[in-house]
Structure formats: structure tokens, C-alpha cells
Nanobody
Framework: QVHLVESGGGLVQAGGSLRLSCAAS????????MGWYRQAPGKERESVASITSDGEVYYADSVKDRFIISRRSVNHTVYLDLDRLKPEETAVYYCNVPVYSGPYCGGNDYWGQGTQVTVSS
């Protein structure tokens, strides 16, 4: 089991910045990557960014050059720095942690509770 606690959402004006954090605990040896998704009202959940244990990063095209994902392995925390935010990026942002497959780790995806990001125009 992996437990995730998110923080850092809030209200920001268009063009502003926020930092989201997601701290993992429990079976952290099972973590293969850490990332962020978001879900806007009436829309499907979409991947925003992710980072593997080896430091390989992925960004959705819509956030490249504005968002930065980073990870502190020592405390199993992933951060998402959001810059130049747009009103259409108002959404609930979810931390996502896939784990290794196998009898111990199980191969599931774990999700945080979500943190609201609201960007006012």
C-alpha cells in the first residue's frame, strides 16, 4: 500500500504560479514513477506530467515550458511547479503513483485525494 498526501492548491490569478506537493508513504520501494493528472469540470482526467525513478520526465504538450515536475527521493515527494497559469487550467490536480508489478507490489496505480487549482481571469 502506498499513501499519498497532496498539498499546495489554491486560487491564483491568470499568469500566476503555484507549487503542488505530493508526499508518499508506506511501501515506497514499490514506486516506479510519480506524476500528476488533472480533471476540469465536465472533462476527462488527463495526464499533466510524470517523472520516473531514473529521473525521466514527461510533460503534456499543453504545459511544456510552463510546468516543472521534480522529485525528492529521500522523502518520496513529487512537486509540480505551475507557472503562467491559464483560467482553462482550473481543475482538480491529482497525484498519481504507479507501482512495480509482482506479488509484493501488486502493479496498481495509487491516487491522491486531489487538490483544487483555480485560476481566475
Amino acid at each position: 500500500q502506498v499513501h499519498l498526501v497532496e498539498s499546495g492548491g489554491g486560487l491564483v490569478q491568470a499568469g500566476g504560479s503555484l507549487r503542488l506537493s505530493c508526499a508518499a508513504s508506506g511501501d515506497t520501494i514499490c514506486i516506479s514513477a510519480m506524476g500528476w493528472y488533472r480533471q476540469a469540470p465536465g472533462k476527462e482526467r488527463e495526464s499533466v506530467a510524470s517523472i520516473t525513478s531514473d529521473g525521466e520526465v514527461y510533460y503534456a504538450d499543453s504545459v511544456k515550458d510552463r510546468f516543472i515536475i521534480s522529485r525528492r527521493s529521500v522523502n518520496h515527494t513529487v512537486y509540480l511547479d505551475l507557472d503562467r497559469l491559464k483560467p482553462e487550467e482550473t481543475a482538480v490536480y491529482y497525484c498519481n503513483v504507479p507501482v512495480y508489478s509482482g506479488p509484493y507490489c501488486g502493479g496498481n496505480d495509487y491516487w491522491g485525494q486531489g487538490t483544487q487549482v483555480t485560476v481566475s481571469s
